[in-house]
């Protein structure tokens, strides 16, 4: 899970990274690094609930719905 998290990490970085200088278009940059963060905070999420931490399960698992639902809107209606 850790290489996991590494990974899922350098790529949110490296597609902030190319939309913020423009080498690819913002829709696109956008997208991915926000699933990628999404898909980030999920495995966040498993590791609080097998550390059973309630509430930051809770939470983490939320805003990664919210960040998926965010995405979606973008991609398919805004």
Do not use: H, Q, W
């Not at 980030?40 to 939470?59: C, H």
């Amino acid at each position: 899970m850790k290489i996991a998290k590494i990974i899922l990490s350098i790529i949110t970085m490296l597609f902030a990274t190319l939309g913020l200088v423009k080498i690819l278009p913002f829709d696109i940059a956008n997208t991915i690094m926000l699933v990628s963060l999404a898909t980030l905070l999920l495995l966040r999420s498993v590791e609080y609930k097998n550390n059973r931490d309630k509430g930051g399960f809770i939470i983490t698992c939320l805003t990664a719905v919210f960040v998926y639902v965010v995405v979606i809107y973008n991609v398919f209606i805004g």
